[in-house]
């Protein structure tokens, strides 16, 4: 056999071997960067829906809708909200459970897990908060809507994502990949901001219901519980402590994914073989006797294989793909479409060039690109980091007119900011504004710059 056809041989080898291990890395990511973007139009359809609904001859049906009331009994105690409260205070809870998944994920094995690669997206996510805060209280300062500060500080991944997907192969991978962890360190600075500033009075019966909990999904973690109604009962009693203690009961989502375990109980390297002898068994069996689905030993065996799948993945693997589709699909177009309809009269347009709506729309546009910009410049001109591989400075900069897509979260926090006061219709309008503004801007700069890398294909 000729020497240098092995030499070959062992290359190609060698380049199966790496290719497989970059499509484990990058698969998962593309597909969440696909449903994220796609999840982005969704919720931009129910957004402009509601802007519609709420600037139509129908308005007053949309005011009745979000006004209804639903009402929840547990024995002799019934909650009583409006939908549009159940659908912030209640289904938003489900979205920051997938929130506090991600954030767990991207620590422990995705870009934040290294320390390198981590350095940019958290400096970059730093500068992106704390710049359009300061641009936003230098608007307002002592003035009577500097409660909104929180406002301009947050990114909505999926209409990023979104604006990104349009570019198609014009921006790099990595890119992607930096965008994602920004907004997600992002995410966990707009948490840490609502449960320490929004928060208004702490009753402490719930306090103690919250500790209980904690302590409740600690042992479950602790103890390797991996059914997801174990999580779910838990989390449920800890959303109603932070109802009942006055925290924000969203938070209770974030709490809850971070106990979900991200361990496996049967090496993966191993699943082929188990696989393979429940394969042999089966086909054994059918030798034996006629080939019947209902047949007790059969069944036996799928589910030992089926127990063996279940075990070589993730809770926090698992978990994450069952909620993110009914997050993408329902729950953040139904926030959309309750929370985006302003009704824009002469009223609401004067008010615009004053402090609040101001300092939310600059705080967007400029403050979430200069602080991001800076702030990578700093990491990479002081050896702390490097630009994600592949991309210009150009490109960079238009990823972060990007980042100033607030939509959901700046929505969000503006409802705690400014529920029943004028400013909230002023603030919506903005973060609206400011959104559609600095996505423009984005993409008109991304649409300029040079593209670095083929289509990725998969």
């Not at 041989?9 to 698969?27: I, N, Y």
């Not at 994220?36 to 139509?56: E, I, P, T």
């Not at 069944?299 to 993408?328: C, K, N, Y």
């Amino acid at each position: 056999m000729n020497p240098s056809n092995l030499v070959r041989d062992d290359e190609r080898l060698s380049r199966t071997k790496a290719e497989r291990a970059g499509d484990r890395v990058l698969r998962p990511f593309q597909l969440f960067v696909r449903r994220q973007a796609s999840g982005g139009l969704v919720l931009l359809g129910c957004a402009m829906l509601a802007l519609a609904w709420a600037n139509s001859p129908w308005a007053a049906a949309y005011g009745q809708m979000l006004a209804a009331p639903l009402s929840i009994s547990f024995g002799e105690k019934v909650m009583r909200l409006e939908l549009r409260h159940w659908i912030n205070d209640g289904l938003m809870a489900i979205f920051f459970f997938g929130v506090g998944l991600e954030i767990k994920r991207e620590f422990l094995v995705g870009e934040l897990a290294e320390r390198r690669k981590a350095i940019l997206p958290i400096v970059a996510a730093i500068g992106g908060m704390a710049v359009p805060a300061l641009i936003f209280a230098g608007f307002n300062i002592n003035g009577p809507g500097a409660r909104g500060w929180g406002i301009p500080m947050a990114t909505d991944i999926a209409f990023a994502l979104g604006a990104l997907a349009v570019l198609g192969s014009r921006i790099p991978e990595a890119l992607k990949v930096f965008l994602v962890a920004l907004a997600i360190v992002d995410d966990l600075g707009a948490l840490l901001i609502i449960a320490i500033f929004y928060t208004t009075s702490i009753e402490w019966r719930g306090i103690a219901l919250i500790v209980a909990m904690l302590l409740a999904l600690w042992v479950a973690n602790r103890f390797g519980a991996r059914r997801g109604s174990i999580y779910l009962l838990l989390g449920v009693c800890l959303w109603a402590g932070f109802f009942i203690s006055g925290l924000h009961a969203t938070l209770a989502g974030v709490l809850t994914a971070l106990f979900v375990p991200a361990r496996v109980k049967i090496v993966p390297g191993a699943l082929p073989q188990v696989i393979r002898r429940g394969a042999d068994d089966i086909e054994a069996q059918a030798l034996d006797t006629e080939p019947d689905a209902m047949d007790p030993d059969r069944v036996a065996i799928i589910g030992a294989i089926g127990g063996s799948l279940d075990a070589a993945t993730a809770p926090l693997q698992r978990f994450e793909h069952m909620v993110q589709p009914w997050v993408t699909y329902g729950i953040l177009p139904a926030f959309g479409l309750f929370n985006a309809g302003v009704a824009i009269d002469a009223t609401v347009l004067r008010s615009l060039p004053t402090a609040v709506p101001l300092g939310i729309m600059v705080g967007l546009v400029l403050g979430k690109s200069v602080g991001i910009g800076l702030a990578s410049w700093l990491a990479v001109k002081t050896g702390l980091a490097e630009l994600p591989e592949g991309a210009t400075w150009r490109q960079l900069i238009g990823t972060s007119f990007l980042a100033g897509i607030g939509f959901t979260m700046a929505l969000f926090i503006s409802g705690l900011a400014f529920a029943g006061t004028h400013f909230e219709r002023e603030a919506q309008l903005a973060i609206l504004i400011g959104s559609l503004l600095a996505a423009g801007v984005g993409i008109a700069i991304l649409l300029t710059s040079k593209a670095t890398q083929a289509p990725v294909t998969n």
